[in-house]
């Protein structure tokens, strides 16, 4: 048996497992399908000139990855201030700045209370964020077997819960499974300031502002950021140098990474991993695996099924991530002029589209019977304002993520004859706020959540590798007594986004699972020795 573990997949949490693999002397090697590292974190040309990344902003990065890869030094990280403009049809904008009680005077136009009630409600989600932050950090326990440290680790949150005090420990616990639409209504009124935290709860997701345990969603996100606005932590050169920057640091640290290397399956001999198989039939033979794929692509497609148990089997199945989310890029031959933005400078923080809750709602119905909604919910960058490189001079990248576009379709329709209606309907939608702007477009890619999956390998097209639900949280992510990065098959590892915490863009997961796999593997191969 080779020495070196195998991952499979160089998204930015198979580099981040790989680089803590390696720094622990294991000498790991990455096994990319394409031609290129990064996975949904990936900056590529969309029209001749013109280069944007499919996430236009980071989870952001935790702190201590960004620290132990020395990503500060390799990579330019921007924090546009303001972060977010919520824009309003009737032309006005909300803009999030970076500071509090700037943010509280540009929302005192809209509504006197809510501006007085805005640092409260800052200071309550950084406490409840700190909180989570915490069981973000940690294994989740197991919940049959706890071993003793796993029981010391649970005492260590009981106590820190009890540290929130008595009314944060109750919001917490209330607002975890509320619907967003809800837990937001108790603090604020203005549909701009309203609709923008709400959507925090629904990016991403299958769900809208009134699913029930979207509140949870909100939380998450703020235990990694905990401003009401959400992450505008961006990259210059997009989502692409970053992942770059994190190859090498990988590398520097001993990780071989092969690109071009699809792994067709994960070989098993005695219910142990013992390598895989690439598509040309080659073997790469090892004891341990570690898969940076989701979980369904790896445990339904990659590993015969005659080697897992039946209800093992049919929890994968139910693990659920259909996707909703598209994502259209334009190459703009100028600046559009969005009426609620006059200074162009500001283009640099993200735009929402989604000005009451009832708008969200809508954008979601749609998606529950298999239909594009007609009026999108739109979370918009413009990575060329803040590096110019991205484009040829005086011209710009535009980058949305639009929802809900749902990966099944109504009628059996086939999303390659749907991709003009999408950037139809963006257009459509965006004309509203930036009169003109149809006719700035000099080319376009459209992403369905059918390429999501073909290209990118997100099975469903879901962009979080699975639905950030309550039942899929924590203990129960991807599934209940599955939570600690293994799997029934021995030697065989999980790290991406399906697993405990996810939640996009943050190396939470890569960093956490590779943890607990070089304690796996050095015991082992202690035992044997
Ligand atoms: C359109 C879009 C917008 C997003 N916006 C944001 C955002 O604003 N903020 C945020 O925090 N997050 C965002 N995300 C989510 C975030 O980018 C992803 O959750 C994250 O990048 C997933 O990282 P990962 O390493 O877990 O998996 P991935 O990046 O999916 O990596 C998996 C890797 O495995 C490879 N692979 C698949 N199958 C095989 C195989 N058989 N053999 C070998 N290799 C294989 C893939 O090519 C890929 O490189 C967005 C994602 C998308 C798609």
Known sequence: MSASPLVIGAGHNGLTAAFYLARAG??????????????????????????????????????????DMQLARRVEFVRPDPRLLALSPDGRALAFSTDTARTADAIRPFSEADAARY????????????????????????LSAPAGAELWDLLKVG??????????????LRWLPMAVADLVAEWFSSDPLVAAIAARGIFGTAQGPWSAGTGAVLLLNAATDPAPGGSSVMVKGGAGALTAAMAD???????????????????????????????????????????????????????????LDPGFLTKIRNYRMAGTVAKLDFALSALPAFRAVPRPADLRARLHIGPTIDYLEHAFDASKYGEVSSEPYLDIAFPSVLDPSLAPPGRHVMSVYMQFAPYRLAHGRAWSSMRDTLATT?????????????????????????????????????????EP????????????????YRTPIDGLFLCGSGTHPGGGLTAASGHNASREIIRAIKKRRAASA
């Open 26 to 67: 294991l000498r790991p090697i990455v096994l990319e399908s394409r031609d290129v590292v990064g996975g949904a974190a990936v900056t590529e040309e969309i029209a001749p000139g013109f280069r944007s990344a499919l996430a236009h902003a980071t989870g952001p990065i935790r702190e201590a990855v960004v620290r």
């Open 119 to 142: 640092a409260e409600f800052c200071a309550t989600l950084e406490r409840l964020g700190a909180f989570l932050g915490g069981l973000l950090e940690m294994t989740p326990p197991s």
């Open 159 to 172: 106590r820190r819960f009890r540290g929130l005090g008595k009314t944060d420990g109750f919001r917490l």
């Open 249 to 307: 640091a990988a590398r520097e640290a001993g990780a071989e990474i092969r690109t071009g290397s699809l792994v067709s399956r994960v070989l098993v001999r005695d219910g142990r991993a013992a390598g895989v198989v690439l598509d040309d039939g080659t073997e790469v033979i090892s004891d341990a695996v570690i898969a940076n794929t989701d979980p369904r692509r790896t445990l339904l497609q990659l590993v015969d099924p005659v080697e």
């Open 426 to 466: 963006v257009l459509r939608t965006l004309e509203r706020y930036a009169p003109g702007i149809s006719s700035l477009v000099e080319g376009q890619r459209i992403l369905t959540p059918a390429d999501l999956e073909s290209t990118y390998g997100l099975t469903g097209g879901h962009i979080l590798h699975g």
């Open 469 to 484: 639900a309550l039942d899929q949280l924590f203990t129960m992510r991807p599934v209940l007594g599955w939570a600690q």
